[in-house]
């Protein structure tokens, strides 16, 4: 969009204008070391006032939290339906096109948290939940007697690192929204998600991921990351997920980057399927 040569800069005014504009090149570089030196000094700040849940963390006591934060989830993942709605409309019609010769589908999901994607999916096909937080139950099984047009499997308390005691070529979909920003391992969680599909299955997926660089996004997310990794229960808000999606071995992956109407710190979303 901005070009030439007499454009130099580091830092964004919104997500899309770049700040620096015809500055002379010492400056504009001399400006990026200044914002660098900026951001770092912004982070030290937002650590040290973060001190008390690394503290609490020390101490094992965070993990009190776990019990808490599927409430978060619960409430926060109706107004995200709502927001979302058509998109995640728009990408599950298309989850029917793997179903099996015979019709069946079955969908695994990885991190299901509440169940909130229970809506979207087909009639008829069979789900297997995973998620490795098991204080998830109570909130599942709410949406689960609410969405009766699905079957049900089990709940298979599981990190998606590893679903061991789900047998290769097992399923047609697996399902991922909201869940690569928080485990511990993006290409491991995918290498298990392309064992247990089976061939020409599918992976579907929708994730908050790092802005632009040079945007005032990059820049908030990289300074409020140890604030949203409390609050978020271990959720990274600056990684570029689509970068391992691709490099995952899938045979086709349709990826479409796209601002979601949510607050600066994960307005940046990837969205898309990819095929065994
Ligand atoms: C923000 S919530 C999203 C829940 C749900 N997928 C949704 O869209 O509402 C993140 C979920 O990822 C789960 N999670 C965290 N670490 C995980 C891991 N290593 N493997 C699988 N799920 C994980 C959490 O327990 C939580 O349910």
Redesign the pocket.
């Known amino acids: 969009m901005l070009g030439g040569s007499a454009v130099r800069g580091c830092v964004a005014v919104d997500d899309s204008l770049v700040l620096l504009l015809l500055l002379p090149p010492a400056t504009g570089v001399n400006l990026c070391a200044t914002m660098s030196v900026f951001m770092k000094i912004c982070c030290f700040v937002v650590n040290a006032l973060c001190l008390p849940f690394h503290i609490l963390k020390a101490l094992g006591l965070y993990n009190a939290y776990?019990r808490v934060?599927?409430f978060c989830?619960?409430q926060?993942?109706v107004k995200?339906?709502k927001q979302m709605y058509d998109k995640k409309k728009e990408l599950f019609r298309k989850v029917s096109d793997f179903s099996r010769p015979g019709g069946q589908l079955t969908i695994l999901?990885?991190?299901?948290?509440?169940?909130?994607?229970f809506e979207f999916y087909p009639p008829g096909c069979r789900v297997i939940c995973?998620?490795?937080?098991p204080n998830?139950q109570k909130y599942l099984d709410k949406n689960m007697s609410v969405n009766d047009h699905l079957v049900y499997d089990r709940f298979l308390v599981?990190?998606?690192?590893d679903l061991s005691s789900v047998a290769d070529g097992s399923v047609d979909a697996v399902?991922?929204?909201?869940?690569l920003?928080?485990?511990?391992?993006i290409e491991q969680?995918l290498q298990e998600t392309r064992r247990i599909l089976r061939p020409g299955g599918a992976f579907f997926f929708?994730e908050h991921v790092v802005g632009e660089e040079s945007t005032w996004t990059h820049f908030l997310q990289h300074v409020f990351q140890p604030v949203m990794n409390y609050f978020?229960?271990?959720?990274e808000i600056n990684r570029q997920t689509w970068k391992q999606v691709e490099a995952a071995g899938f045979s086709e992956v349709f990826l479409r980057h796209i601002q979601a109407p949510f607050f600066i710190l994960i307005r940046p979303h990837i969205i898309g399927y990819a095929v065994k």
């Open positions: 776990k934060f599927p989830v619960h926060i993942s995200y339906n999901e990885i991190g299901c948290g509440s169940g909130t994607n995973t998620d490795p937080n998830f599981a990190s998606g690192e399902v991922c929204t909201l869940v920003c928080s485990v511990n391992s969680t929708i978020g229960d271990g959720c």
